[in-house]
């Protein structure tokens, strides 16, 4: 029996439900090729190679349909203004903008998902990027209950009785209440048809057009923009089949039990009612966050979020790399449950250690130990350009370090970026794992926003700052 399946075995959280211990071993036995070959599988999906015609032919239809819309509603007003001529580089970037949010809307759920995780990766992703997929975000891309049925039932044959209204939709999948034969009212979360090629054509596409950038354009070469594809089309590629979502949530469930993690709910999935299209969850009660109207007067407390990414993945090394509203509910008891989790991120060891020295250190300013740590992590030089590092990366610090958690100046994301452009001069490159951990630092912090958490992402790190040397003692 592996570890996840061992430690659901002994656990009270999935013993109370009858045969999902072993729907855990199902689920495992059945993905373990799949999930052991995920990372080989998308770094060769997000590298240049043969491309669907097809998909080619829907790209350019897209990209034609984005450049005509742009040409009738915005060059005009542009040349008006003359604005090619006075502000040559901001027009040019607000017009790429603009070609790249329509081009994604017109190319469906895969596309939609890729775009809401732009948004939610301002710091990483060029900011005229994100500004532009704010100003004028992509529609739900909703299937109809009927067809969401179809699916269903064609999926877990003489299981449901009835498929009730959306609770929630995401570009990948959308989230219905409905019953169970008995009666047993569920959640019931339905796999858009075809995203999960739509991924793979889409990054292969992505990474072809990327490369020649890359390759001879310094800038884009220092962001690793293939390297964001394969990192957009790894939690893509897992969140497309749903016994990933059943078994990611088992395993995030297991980490709130063992932690104790106050506030947190993971709903469980039901066992023999799980497939690669269609999956049945535990019914949450609660109203879904998405539909509350949260007022900096009602805020609503999704504080308890940050532990189940930054806490999760310092002290047990699994984290949620992109918790989205569509999956949290407000429930009567005042908890927060999680329905669902498309991916899960995976930090090692000796990240983790180093990851538990660099927080203390950013947050005193101590550069010479925050260039240790980066040392840890491989990804900060030895010697006199360590030293030279050192120098400039005590330039940016703030005066008040606290203010990063904030948001004050620009807070994390305004030191990242500053930060970045000092290390990238260094050629330093943060490996994936980091990137995707930011992406979840920076999804919940999107989160907080939307909900006026009190005290904001502060708040929530605060209590977990004053245990960094208590859980880096237990790492050694």
Not at 168 to 176: D, F, I, K, T, Y
Not at 195 to 210: E, P, T
Not at 323 to 343: N, S
Not at 369 to 393: F, K, Y
């Amino acid at each position: 029996m592996t570890e996840l399946g061992d430690e659901a075995r002994r656990s009270s959280w999935v013993g109370d439900i009858p045969g999902l211990a072993r729907a855990v071993a199902t689920w495992e036995h059945e993905l373990a090729g799949a999930r052991s070959q995920v990372n080989d599988r998308t770094r060769r999906m997000a590298r240049p190679g043969f491309i669907s015609p097809g998909r080619v032919a829907r790209q350019s239809v897209a990209l034609t349909a984005a450049q005509l819309g742009w040409m009738v509603r915005r060059l005009p007003g542009d040349l008006a203004a003359g604005r090619p001529v006075s502000q040559p580089g901001e027009w040019l970037q607000e017009s790429a903008s603009y070609l790249l949010r329509d081009q994604l809307a017109n190319l469906g759920p895969a596309a939609a998902e890729m775009a809401r995780i732009l948004v939610d990766s301002d710091g990483i992703v060029p900011g005229f990027v994100v500004s532009e997929l704010q100003r004028r975000p992509l529609p739900d891309i909703t299937l109809p209950t009927d067809m969401a049925e179809r699916i269903a039932v064609q999926a877990l044959p003489g299981r449901l009785g009835h498929v009730g209204p959306v609770v929630s939709v995401a570009p990948v999948s959308q989230l219905h209440e409905a019953e169970l034969l008995d009666g047993t009212p569920v959640l019931l979360r339905v796999r858009q048809p075809g995203v999960d090629r739509a991924v793979r054509q889409d990054a292969r596409i992505a990474a072809s057009v990327l490369t020649p950038f890359e390759q001879l354009v310094p800038i884009f070469r220092a962001v690793r923009p293939l390297g964001l594809v394969e990192l957009i089309s790894r939690q893509l590629a897992e969140a497309s089949d749903l016994r990933n979502e059943a078994l990611n949530a088992i395993e995030l469930g297991l980490i709130v039990e063992r932690l104790g993690l106050d506030g947190l709910v993971v709903h469980r999935p039901l066992p023999g009612l799980v497939t690669e299209r269609a999956a049945i969850f535990e019914a949450a009660g609660g109203f879904p966050l998405r539909t509350i109207a949260a007022t900096p007067e009602q805020p609503v407390d999704t504080r308890p979020l940050a532990s189940l990414t930054i806490e999760s993945a310092l002290a047990a090394g699994v984290f949620a790399p992109d918790l989205r509203l569509e999956q949290i509910v407000a429930r009567p008891d005042g908890r927060l449950g999680v329905i669902g989790c498309g991916a899960v991120g995976r930090l090692d060891l000796t990240t983790r250690r180093a990851l538990l020295d660099l927080l203390p250190a950013l947050l005193t300013g101590d550069t010479a130990a925050q260039v240790a740590a980066l040392r840890d992590l491989g990804i900060a030089p030895e010697g006199a350009a360590g030293d030279t590092l050192v120098s400039e990366l005590a330039a940016i610090q703030p005066a008040n370090p606290l203010g990063l958690l904030s948001g004050e100046g620009g807070g994390i994301g305004g030191l990242g970026r500053d930060a970045l452009a000092v290390l990238l001069r260094y050629g330093v490159t943060p490996p994936l794992e980091l990137v995707q951990l930011s992406r979840a630092v920076l999804s919940v912090r999107a989160i907080f926003r939307r909900t006026n958490a009190p005290g904001g992402l502060l708040a929530a790190l605060f209590p977990l700052l004053g245990r960094t040397s208590e859980l880096r003692a237990q790492l050694d």
